[in-house]
């Protein structure tokens, strides 16, 4: 079974990045089975596909958010990351990454303030 667990700070200031990183065990982040994807749920609202990796290290982003993301991995350490620039209050969320949907992290919480 795969196990994906989200971290990174939990407080980011306006205009600065954001950067969450994903610690995958149970599979490779190269296994063909799986897109590698961040989604978010700002409070009070649905969730939000952001992008993902698939196993060739491909990238496909949100059309809306595609200008200040940038997903990566690193196949030494089983981990991809998210990176999202330009941070307003607007990008406060829970974020999670996931394998294909199947499988979850348990999301961590990022607030934007200064």
């Known amino acids: 079974q795969v196990q994906l667990q989200e971290s990174g700070p939990g407080l980011v200031k306006p205009s600065q990045t954001l950067s969450l990183t994903c610690a995958v065990s149970?599979?490779?982040?190269?296994?063909?089975?799986?897109?590698w994807n961040w989604i978010r749920q700002p409070p009070g609202k649905g969730l939000e596909w952001m992008g993902a990796?698939?196993?060739?290290?491909?990238?496909y982003y949100h059309p809306s958010l595609k200008s200040r993301t940038s997903i990566s991995r690193d196949t030494t350490k089983n981990q991809f990351t998210l990176q999202l620039g330009s941070v307003t209050p607007e990008d406060t969320a829970v974020y999670y990454c996931?394998?294909?949907?199947?499988?979850w992290g348990k999301g961590t919480l990022v607030t934007v303030s200064s």
């Open positions: 996931n394998a294909d949907f199947e499988y």
């Open positions: 149970g599979d490779s982040i190269t296994s063909y089975y799986y897109y």
């Open positions: 990796i698939a196993s060739s290290g491909s990238t």
